[in-house]
């Protein structure tokens, strides 16, 4: 049974940092692409960024320049560095991954919450 677990999120002020980490376990062949999705009350889950095996990236425009994405492939974990936040970063993050098995399955983590405010 393939999981994956999110850690890092938290209450943070306006201008400050976090760290989100999601780790992949379980049996599989390997993982494609990863990503970190958001959903914050009342609205769609969004995708916020994305990381491809051989690290190619893309990024929300509204996180452009503020986030960061990168992986550990042999550990299976993506992370997402998170700066400059904002009071509407508020959000569940939840972590996403193709997952290669007999095929490629989606995966989605449990979510953590990251609330910004002062």
């Known amino acids: 049974q393939v999981q994956l677990v999110e850690s890092g999120g938290g209450l943070v002020q306006p201008g400050g940092s976090l760290r989100l980490s999601c780790a992949a376990s379980?049996?599989?062949?390997?993982?494609?692409?990863m990503g970190w999705y958001r959903q914050a009350p009342g609205n769609q889950r969004e995708l916020v960024a994305t990381?491809?095996?051989?690290?190619?990236?893309t990024y929300a425009d509204s996180v452009k320049g503020r986030f960061t994405i990168s992986r550990d492939n042999a550990k299976n974990t993506v992370y997402l560095q998170m700066n400059s936040l904002k009071p509407e970063d508020t959000a569940v993050y939840y972590c996403?991954?193709?997952?290669?098995?007999?095929?490629?399955?989606?995966?989605w983590g449990q979510g953590t919450q990251v609330t910004v405010s002062s």
């Open positions: 996403h991954g193709r997952v290669v098995l007999s095929r490629e399955y989606d995966y």
């Open positions: 379980g049996s599989m062949f390997s993982i494609n692409a």
């Open positions: 990381i491809s095996r051989g690290g190619a990236t």
